[in-house]
């Protein structure tokens, strides 16, 4: 399990992790990006977790995942998945 460094503000390797999935560079995540890195990481069922963390994190409906409130609601909802952030970046729990 790894060690979650409180010093270091997690968001930041999470927007790290976000720019990384993030392949038409646009700034911002849609749910066929994040389906695919939730596949990189080697998760299930991507595309019902892709859709249900939209459902929860796209606060204002627009099918991406930007801004802040958006970026913080994916992080708390990434842990469903055992993904959590560390100092060394996103990585699986489990
Ligand atoms: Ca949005």
Redesign the pocket.
Known sequence: MPIIDRSIPADVKFREWLQSIDRDRDGRVSEQELREALRALGRRWTGWKAARAMKHA???R?S???GDA?IGELMSYAANWGIVVTRDGVMKTR
């Open positions: 796209d606060l204002n627009d991406f995942i930007d958006e």
